[in-house]
């Protein structure tokens, strides 16, 4: 499970959050009116930061509601030459897969990013006019968000050119837009939003995303993968994590499966190509037998070897270097079952990694003392593996937009039988502290006790609240006995419900003298300032990411919202939280905060409850009724005092570059790392280097 960084973290990352939700900026042009493409535009400020005292800049530029930020890679120069050339591999084999997440994320997006590349490349025209800036714009929100849906909003992303502008470009540069691409891009009601999540308006039939071909219904959808479904299996596969629904010529449903010789076949050969270079540079037995079990699953797209790379890897924890590659993560599926491509290669920090171990030492402490039933306990906590890395490399739906903490295996038996892996990426972490402002804890802190306690404990806190969630949130309670996975019981709900309840874990004990007495802060001032920073978030701040008028759709937007909106309710109950309007302006200022820990292990007991039962109506109830409405006249305050400040609400990032050192024979013998400061340049490297699939990979009926 990936964990996305926001300002309930700490004020002090409040700038640079990344993983909320909207587009900002104009409604874009109305063809019937005179546009203004062709006129001159004023040079603008980049928004580049200032060097750092070492000369590094941290961030490149800004543009419409993002901020490009660059990281460094700590502990590289202290890496073996044969683990360098590791980590080059494994990234190779990453950024093969890239163009599997835009086709993912919809079945045009390959075909309108190159027909674009293709202008941007090759228009010698005018350039200083309103017209290209809209459309170098365009085109970076694009790469930003593998395709044409806001990362986060799921919005489709609209042009702020004109159709005229845009035949112009493309007849100057000799390519032709179809009608059909036209209609993608520039009509609102087409291909209108990347991942529905109301279940009235039809979970697949409204939704953009590629994971199920045009003509397959919900109904249907759910019907086959409730046919697949082994009853009492104690080891479950994820399935159909790898594969695509069709209607094949006899009108029958069926799984184009992700593997070397199916879909996507072409770019899997390239990963597998590098996984196989990677085994040879393996630091041990248990990393190559990992590495060759998940080889062995592209292959096949057999998702037994899938689990059996999972519980490879999970055994895998000697390593200086450790990785993520596959299909992951299930949130873009509307119906929670089929993975996003990703990867994230890494290097461990022993350091940071080493004053964390209390978490993993202590994970059955927690578990014993969770507010949950008896019968939502784990009797016994296995295989818990946590540790502080730096991210060498990111593809796929982790790049340019990454997370700042993952818990995997998804798989609830392997997590229960074999145990987990937690990641904090310490150097992300690191990277949009340094490109942040302070400009956003001023505005929208109650007091001065909390923008003084945010500056003293605020960094702790988000780190701690990034580690529980993941290491102790993720990897607690069980289910009841005959309970099928959360996608088959809460369905589209299943994902908001699991993040909000990592978050309640690590919110309930950031308030325990146990983090005090295992040495994990030195007063419990760190656990207020994340009750601060959360509810301020939940409630207000993160509100600014949406367009005027939007529900909230993305979940862990959703879960913050559905924490903080039920706490608050009861809340006003004994004065634990209260509002305050001072100067026009809204507050939120918590009065109690022992109480509101009881509100939130009261919640967390609730949601394990759901979870552990798979109560449909309930998480319906909780969700819908908190979660997803917005107060807009909270929601124009909170507009209007964001917007003045100029920061932007997203962050994403450039890669470093590893340039290869080759030997006699073609050999390499080590890997040299450069930090680009060119988020365009590099998109467009990787559209040259790393563009394996077909411009079109839609199904066919024979």
């Given at each position: 499970m990936p964990f996305k960084f926001s300002s309930l973290l700490a004020f002090t990352f409040a700038a640079a959050s990344f993983a909320l939700t909207g587009c900002g900026g104009d409604a874009p042009q109305n063809d019937e009116s005179a546009s203004d493409d062709w006129t001159m535009t004023t040079a603008a400020d980049k928004g580049a930061s200032e060097p750092d005292a070492s000369g590094f800049v941290w961030q490149t530029e800004q543009f419409a509601d993002l901020k490009i930020i660059r990281y460094q890679v700590p502990g590289w120069e202290q890496?073996?030459?044969?683990?360098?050339?590791?980590?080059?591999c494994l990234n190779q084999a990453g950024l093969s897969g890239r163009d599997i997440m835009y086709d993912q994320n919809n079945r045009y997006n390959l075909r309108i990013r190159h027909l674009l590349e293709s202008i941007y490349k090759g228009f010698d025209g005018d350039k200083s006019t309103k017209g290209w800036s809209r459309f170098e714009t365009y085109l970076k929100r694009i790469w930003f968000s593998n395709g044409i849906h806001h990362h986060y909003a799921n919005t489709k992303i609209m042009p702020k050119f004109s159709k005229a502008y845009l035949a112009e470009l493309s007849d100057a540069v000799g390519v032709e837009v179809s009608d059909e691409l036209?209609?993608?891009?520039?009509?609102p009601e087409v291909e209108s939003k990347k991942v529905e999540q109301d279940a009235t308006k039809g979970l697949v039939e409204s939704s953009a995303v590629n994971f199920y071909a045009p003509g397959v219904s919900t109904e249907e959808a759910q019907a086959y993968y409730a046919s697949i479904v082994v009853e009492g299996s104690r080891t479950p596969v994820e399935y159909s994590l790898n594969s695509r629904l069709v209607k094949n010529a006899d009108g029958e449903i069926e799984e184009q499966c992700y593997r070397v010789g199916g879909l996507y076949g072409e770019a899997l050969e390239q990963v597998v190509f590098w996984l196989n270079q990677a085994v040879q540079f393996a630091e041990n037995g248990k990393q190559a037998a990992a590495l060759r079990n998940l080889i062995a699953y592209y292959e096949t797209g057999d998702l037994e070897k899938w689990q059996l790379y999972n519980v490879n890897w999970v055994q895998d924890t000697e390593g200086d270097v450790d990785y993520i590659n596959g299909f992951v993560e299930v949130y873009n599926d509307p119906l929670g079952y089929t993975g996003s491509y990703e990867t994230i290669v890494q290097i461990k920090d022993f350091d940071a990694s080493a004053r964390m171990k209390v978490l993993m030492d202590n994970a059955q402490w927690f578990e014993d003392n969770m507010p949950f039933m008896d019968a939502h306990k784990k009797k016994e906590v296995v295989g818990i593996s946590y540790n502080?890395?730096?991210?060498?490399?990111?593809?796929?739906?982790?790049?340019?937009s990454t997370p700042i903490g993952v818990n995997l295996p998804n798989s609830n038996w392997i997590r229960v039988a074999h145990g987990s892996k937690s990641v904090s990426l310490g150097n992300i972490v690191s990277a949009y502290d340094k490109s942040s402002g302070s400009g956003l804890l001023a505005e929208f802190a109650h007091d001065d006790v909390e923008v003084a306690r945010s500056e003293s404990h605020g960094a702790l806190a988000g780190k701690l609240h990034t580690a529980m969630h993941e290491v102790i949130g993720h990897a607690s309670g069980k289910l009841e006995d005959g309970v099928g996975e959360p996608k088959q019981t809460i369905k589209e709900y299943s994902s908001t419900l699991e993040e909000g309840r990592a978050d309640l874990v690590a919110l309930y004990f950031m308030l325990d003298e146990k983090m005090v007495e295992l040495?994990?802060?030195?007063?419990?001032?760190?656990?207020?300032?994340?009750?601060?920073s959360y509810i301020r978030n939940g409630m207000m701040l993160q509100l600014r990411r949406l367009e005027k008028g939007a529900d909230i759709e993305e979940s862990h937007m959703r879960n913050r919202a559905w924490i903080s909106h039920w706490c608050f309710e009861r809340a006003q109950e004994n004065g634990a939280i209260v509002r305050v309007d001072r100067d026009g302006k809204t507050f939120y200022n918590i009065k109690d905060y022992g109480a509101l820990r009881e509100l939130f292990g009261d919640l967390l007991k609730e949601v394990q409850r759901i979870k552990s039962q798979g109560d449909y109506e309930a998480a319906k109830a909780l969700v819908e009724g908190y979660g997803v409405k917005v107060d807009q006249a909270i929601h124009a305050e909170v507009l209007m005092r964001s917007e003045a400040l100029g920061i932007a609400p997203y962050g994403g990032f450039v890669n470093p570059e590893m340039q290869p050192v080759?030997?006699?024979?073609?050999?390499?013998?080590?890997?040299k790392l450069v930090f680009p400061d060119d988020f365009a340049g590099q998109m467009l490297r990787y559209g040259e280097n790393y563009s394996f699939l077909p411009k079109n990979n839609d199904y066919v009926a024979k």
């Open positions: 890496l073996s030459p044969q683990q360098r050339v590791l980590v080059y036209m209609a993608v891009i520039f009509n502080v890395v730096n991210v060498a490399g990111e593809a796929g739906d982790a790049s340019p040495g994990l802060m030195k007063t419990l001032e760190t656990g207020k300032s994340e009750y601060d080759y030997i006699e024979g073609g050999i390499i013998a080590d890997v």
